[in-house]
């Protein structure tokens, strides 16, 4: 015997679960699609220290924020990769609502479970969301200024050593190279331009090899803003070498050493 009540309640439950189940569904492209979370940048904070906390590389970090230059200062917002346990910082966090099915439409439009349709629908995967908080206005800051002005000459020739001496070093050595350069201009024992420093006789191997000539690649240009921006990794190093390959260790061990990174060791 049929029966035209329990029919009309399972078509008008069924109807309304779609509808619930695709307003779920949309949401979870909508919030589960970033798997970052915003970030306010400390003293001290760099793209190497963050990109190396966050388990990602600096290119990386600047993609996922749009960025023309590695340049960040206190309180700049940035997105940052999602880590588990992380986000001290963070002003916008990640979870997961329950699985959502039948046991949860039920609630959902008031219908006892013991009434809904023998055949259920599949349960749906757990949808990802974010919740952002609201973010209190940041000062504006001075545009900071480089310590020493250079035309685009010289700025190439930096990042063309930075690429012959430091290819394959970390960001932070690669701007500890420039740091040298800078410190070298700067020093009454040495020469007052770029090219001068770099064109010593003796001073750089890629200078006698030809490497010098090579293209530098945006990384090493990055490394010479940030150097102009004031940043020295090296703690003001007069030289930079690789103790494994360097044939005058004698010689080196009488100099002080202000930062060891990556294979070089900085020394004054």
């Known amino acids: ?14 109807g309304v679960l ?11 492209t909508c919030f589960g699609a970033e798997e970052w979370e915003y970030y306010l940048v400390n003293k001290g904070d760099t793209l190497y220290s963050l990109a190396k906390a966050s388990g990602t590389s600096v290119e990386g970090l600047m993609a996922l924020n749009n960025l023309n230059s590695n340049d960040i200062r206190v309180g700049d917002l940035l997105k ?18 329950p699985k959502f099915n ?37 000062p504006e800051r001075p545009v ?12 190439d020739l930096l990042a063309r050593l930075v690429m012959a001496e430091a290819r394959g070093e970390p960001f932070e050595g690669k701007v500890a190279v420039v740091a040298v350069v800078l410190n070298r201009i700067k020093h009454p024992s040495f020469p007052n331009t770029v090219r001068e420093v770099i064109m010593e006789p003796g001073q750089f191997l890629s200078v006698e090899n030809g490497m010098i000539k090579m293209t530098a690649d945006e990384g090493a240009r990055l490394a010479v803003e940030k150097a102009l921006l004031g940043e020295d990794p090296s703690g003001g190093a007069l030289f930079f070498y690789n103790p494994r390959k360097s044939k005058a260790l004698a010689w080196w061990q009488t100099r002080t050493i202000t930062a060891v990174i990556g294979d070089h060791n900085f020394a004054i």
């Open 1 to 14: 015997m049929s029966r035209p009540g329990f029919l009309t309640l399972n078509s008008r439950f069924l």
């Open 18 to 28: 779609v509808a619930v189940i695709f307003i779920m569904a949309v949401a979870g």
């Open 80 to 97: 940052l990769p999602i880590q588990t346990g992380s986000g001290t910082n963070a002003v916008l966090t990640g979870g997961e609502n």
């Open 102 to 138: 039948l046991s949860v439409a039920a609630v959902s439009v008031g219908i006892s479970l013991s009434n809904l349709p023998e055949k259920r629908l599949t349960e749906q995967p757990a949808v990802k969301f974010s919740i952002e908080k609201p973010l209190e206005k940041i």
């Open 144 to 155: 900071q200024k480089p310590i020493l002005t250079l035309t685009t000459e010289e700025k």
